[in-house]
């Protein structure tokens, strides 16, 4: 399946399945089945649903961006019915405090103690609702959860759930009353994913669900059953991990990651942390497209999610119309491909 061109891809779907070992190819499949069973639930947002599965792979985190009513909640939980992963959801509010995310010490009266009180970050997938609406200092409280896959509370880290995925949403054309997210906080999602609004036949399509007693809050009348689980993923991982990557491959990354640095219209380019996150779901996109190594276009494919929240506009140009999509789009363009 040839990659799509970064011009027009916001993210490739899924591809189909080629020959690979048994294990590898029968993780594959399950992950591939996510699409369909999805579907059952959500309507047009295949790449959604393939950025997910590729930040599961690499053990990343999600930025979802779109306005509202456009099932970016449907999405987690249909995506966790569909992989059997226990799933919370937090509503980011001015009055969030830190402790509401990550638990506290509780008091115990009848035994004169303190014990630790879980918050909602202790899951497999936390969806974290409309997170620009709560102060940085809420915001942070995920930092360390989001990087070090752990909670320390009063100086005794407590590990979190295997898998742990954190997908964020916030709405793009709504700022009042929001704090923007710092480049830190930004630079620890490794995909940011615009949730678009569906076409008109998939539009009708939602309508027709709906007028036939479709209920987004009850799945299991959905019919949405787990077609994967923690060990496919497991097996995935280990696959893409096993995904071979050229020097070449590697230069080709390292060359787009500094042409954003270079851009005139650009005050922050990719750091090397962004350049890692691009190779890691590059092996992982090229690993679903059937591959034990990584081919260009699998880095053109992925450079736009992985990179666009990691660079930072100048005024003028965003005043010209300017958008990350188009400098990366046309940094793209300009930096030689290996051949």
Known sequence: MSAPTPETAELPAAAATLATPVDSDSARASLEALRSEIAKAVVGQDSAVTGLVVALLCRGHVLLEGVPGVAKTLLVRALAASLELDTKRVQFTPD???????????????TSEFSFQPGPVFTNLLL???????PPKTQSSLLEAMEERQVTIDGSPRPL???????????PVEYEGT???????????????????????DEINVLTRHAEGFNPRDLNAAGLQPVAGPADLEAARAAVGRTSVSPEIAAYVVDICRATRESPSLTLGASPRGATALLSTARAWAWLTGRDYVIPD???????????????????????????????????AHVPVPR
């Open 128 to 134: 974290a609702d409309e997170i620009n609406r709560t």
């Open 298 to 332: 699998d880095v053109k494919a992925l450079a736009l999610p992985t990179l666009r929240h990691r660079i930072q506009l100048r005024p003028e140009a965003d005043m010209e119309g300017v958008t990350a999509d188009s400098v990366i789009t046309a940094v793209l």
């Open 96 to 110: 969030l405090m830190p402790s509401d995310v990550t638990g506290s010490l509780v008091y115990d009266a009848r």
């Open 161 to 171: 759930p295997d898998p742990f995925l954190v997908a964020a949403t916030q709405n």
């Open 179 to 201: 704090y923007p997210l710092p480049e830190a906080q930004l630079d620890r999602f490794l995909l940011k994913l615009t949730v678009p609004l569906p076409s008109r036949e």
